[in-house]
């Protein structure tokens, strides 16, 4: 079973940076694509940054320039590198993993950027 455990987040004041980091654990034969997700309360989840197999990576456009994303293939794990945080940025945070036909889901880590 291909479990993900996110840690990293917190409180912080606007304009301040946070990492959070994810690892995969299980029965893993190789790992190709993984992204970050946020959940905002009372909102839907959205989709925050992805990296490929191959380190190829992708922002939404509100995170562009302030958010990079970064993977260790052989710790099997991701990162998410926050900087400039804002207010509007306080979201639950989760890593995901499409993997043998599932999507596999975080429980997530709080972020609160206080202003």
């Known amino acids: 079973q291909v479990q993900l455990v996110e840690s990293g987040g917190g409180l912080v004041q606007a304009g301040g940076s946070l990492r959070l980091s994810c690892i995969a654990s299980?029965?893993?034969?190789?790992?190709?694509?993984m992204y970050w997700y946020r959940q905002a309360p009372g909102m839907q989840r959205e989709w925050v940054a992805r990296?490929?197999?191959?380190?190829?990576?992708g922002y939404a456009d509100s995170v562009n320039a302030r958010f990079t994303i970064s993977r260790d293939g052989a710790k099997n794990m991701v990162y998410l590198q926050m900087n400039s945080l804002k207010p509007e940025d306080t979201a639950v945070y989760y890593c995901n993993m499409p993997y043998g036909g599932n999507e596999i889901w975080g429980q997530g880590t709080q972020v609160t950027v206080s202003s």
């Open positions: 990296i490929s197999g191959s380190g190829y990576t």
């Open positions: 299980g029965s893993i034969s190789s790992i190709n694509a």
